[in-house]
């Protein structure tokens, strides 16, 4: 049975910083493409970040770039989210998900990973 399990969020005052963590257990975790999604009240789940399975190719939303860094570490089956100058817009649940390729999609969306985790909510106060 594959589980994603966020950790990480919390309450931050903008400006402040937050590291997401996302725990799988997935045997092809290695070899698969992660994702960093969000979804605020009343919007659709938004893609945020992606990292292929070797961690050299990374992709990010244009509303993140410079300041979200997502990385992984194999050996212990994690990727991560470091989210750095936050804004109130920031504000979500913030969900992990996996692909079953290694390569990151042209244009990340839902529909390209098949499991998901149960989301971690990050809440950024003005």
């Known amino acids: 049975q594959v589980q994603l399990v966020e950790s990480g969020g919390g309450l931050v005052q903008a400006g402040g910083s937050l590291r997401l963590s996302c725990a799988a257990s997935l045997r092809t975790f290695s070899s698969s493409a992660m994702g960093w999604f969000r979804q605020a009240p009343g919007k659709e789940r938004e893609f945020v970040a992606a990292?292929?399975?070797?961690?050299?190719?990374?992709k990010y939303a244009d509303s993140v770039e410079g300041r979200f860094t997502i990385s992984r570490d194999n050996g212990k089956n994690t990727v991560y989210l470091q989210m750095n100058s936050l804004k109130s817009e920031d504000t979500a649940v913030y969900y992990c998900a996996a692909r079953t390729r290694g390569s990151i999609p042209s244009n990340p969306g839902v529909q390209d990973y098949k499991y998901w985790g149960q989301g971690t909510q990050v809440t950024v106060s003005s």
């Open positions: 990292i292929s399975w070797t961690g050299t190719n990374t």
